[in-house]
C-alpha cells in the first residue's frame, strides 16, 4: 500500500492547528471560530459554493476573488481570510471542510468540551434540545457542544454520538437489523 494516501487527518490537523495558534496569538480565537462555522455553513448550504471548491478546473485566481467577495459580504475576519487565500495558493481549498472541522474541534477541545450529535426523526424544540444537552453533559462529566440534525429518513427516534460513543434508537436502524437477521436466516 503506498504511504502517500493524499490529504489526510494528519495534514489537515496540521492545517488546523495552525490556523488555531495564529488566531488565538492574535487574539480573535472567538471571530475566527465564528468565521469557520459561519464557513461550514455556506458551503453545506450553497451547492454552488460547494461544487465551486471542489470542482479542479476553477482557477486559483477566480477561488481567490470569491472568497475576496464572500470576505466582504460576510465580514469575514482578515486572518480567516488570509488563511483561506493561502489554502488556495497551495492548493489545499479542495480540503477546507475537513480542515474547519478540525478546527473547530480543538477549539472545542481547548475548552475542555465534547462535541455530540443528534440526528432526530422528529424536529426538536430549542428546550428540549437543551434538556438533551443537559443530561449528555451530566452523563459525560463534561461540557457538551451539541450539534443537531433534523433527519426525516429516521422515520421515528434518534441517534445520538458523543465521541465514540453511539445510541442509535432509530426505526431505520431497528428495520435494518430485522432486515439482516432475515437475509442471514
Known amino acids: 500500500m503506498s504511504k502517500n494516501k493524499g490529504f489526510s487527518d494528519t495534514s489537515a490537523n496540521r492545517y488546523s492547528l495552525a490556523l488555531f495558534e495564529l488566531a488565538n ?3 480573535s480565537l472567538s471571530l475566527i471560530e465564528e468565521n469557520s462555522i459561519s464557513f461550514l455553513n455556506l458551503i453545506s448550504n450553497s451547492k454552488d459554493i460547494n461544487n465551486l471548491i471542489k470542482d479542479p478546473t476553477v482557477g486559483r485566481d477566480v477561488l481567490v476573488n470569491i472568497i475576496n467577495k464572500l470576505s466582504e459580504n460576510f465580514k ?3 486572518l480567516f481570510k488570509k488563511f483561506l487565500n493561502f489554502l488556495i495558493m ?13 478546527f473547530n474541534q480543538i477549539c472545542s ?12 426523526a422528529k424536529e426538536l424544540s430549542k428546550e428540549e434540545i437543551n434538556k438533551i444537552t443537559e443530561e449528555l453533559s451530566k452523563s459525560f462529566k463534561s461540557k457538551i457542544k451539541l450539534n443537531y440534525n433534523y433527519d426525516q429518513s429516521l ?18 436502524n431497528k428495520l435494518q437489523q430485522i432486515e439482516n437477521r432475515m437475509i442471514e436466516a
Not at 497551495?90 to 478540525?102: C, W
Not at 477541545?109 to 432526530?120: H, P, T, V
Open 25 to 27: 496569538e492574535s487574539n
Open 76 to 78: 469575514l475576519e482578515d
Open 90 to 102: 497551495k492548493r489545499r481549498f479542495f480540503y477546507i471542510e475537513k480542515i474547519l472541522k478540525s
Open 109 to 120: 477541545e481547548k475548552r475542555g468540551e465534547l462535541n455530540a450529535e443528534i440526528q432526530s
Open 155 to 172: 422515520i421515528g427516534g434518534m441517534v445520538v454520538q458523543v465521541g465514540s460513543t453511539m445510541i442509535d434508537t432509530s426505526i431505520k
